[in-house]
């Protein structure tokens, strides 16, 4: 089981014309604290759409925007977000490898909807035997519902699994059940 970014892979920043800050007229560290203040309704699927999880996010800043404007920055983040996140260049190859010795791999995120199309253009579901979003499941790591989510998924017990992943609270929660937890730096 493993983390997707700052684990398997990594993003760019945007270029200063693609900030949301920027787009949304708000200093970076409003921005950042709207993320942080709305991350778990976004991360356990409480908006329907990409764009609703951003007007949730627009809204906690305070902003009010003309019609459109929320669509128009949800295309624009979402084509950033499919240039801009890249695999670290052993990941495939890694993948390959743990798969090809018969071991079951599964990508485990916390995130909101604006994940799967940075997957999707990764072509990660091609290397994994699932992915595992937590705005899809409904769960976020720590919780023990994602860990058995993904568990369930590829039909294997809490004692036969590793998971990786940059955060400490994250591998103690996998741990917590039972799963062999690696924090990767």
């Known amino acids: 089981l493993l983390d997707l970014l700052g684990t398997t892979a990594w993003g760019e920043p945007p270029p200063p014309e693609e900030r949301l800050s920027i787009q949304l007229g708000v200093p970076e ?69 743990l798969r090809g010795r018969g071991m079951k791999t599964a990508i485990v995120s916390n995130c909101d909807h604006f994940t799967r199309p940075a997957v999707e253009a990764l072509g990660l579901e091609d290397e994994v035997d699932a992915v595992i979003l937590s705005f899809e499941l409904g769960a976020m790591k720590p919780d023990a519902g994602i860990y058995e989510g993904v568990l369930r998924r590829l039909d294997v017990g809490a004692e036969d699994s590793t998971f990786v992943d940059d955060q400490a609270d994250y591998c103690d929660g996998a741990a917590a059940l039972g799963i062999r937890a690696l924090r990767i730096e």
């Open 29 to 97: 560290a409003v921005l950042t604290d709207s993320f942080e203040r709305t991350r778990v309704y976004r991360g356990t699927g409480g908006p329907r759409t990409a764009e609703e999880s951003l007007a949730v996010v627009v809204e906690a800043c305070g902003v009010d925007p003309e019609p459109g404007f929320v669509r128009r920055l949800t295309e624009m983040h979402i084509s950033f977000l499919r240039r801009g996140v890249h695999l670290y260049d052993d990941t495939v190859r890694v993948l390959r490898e």
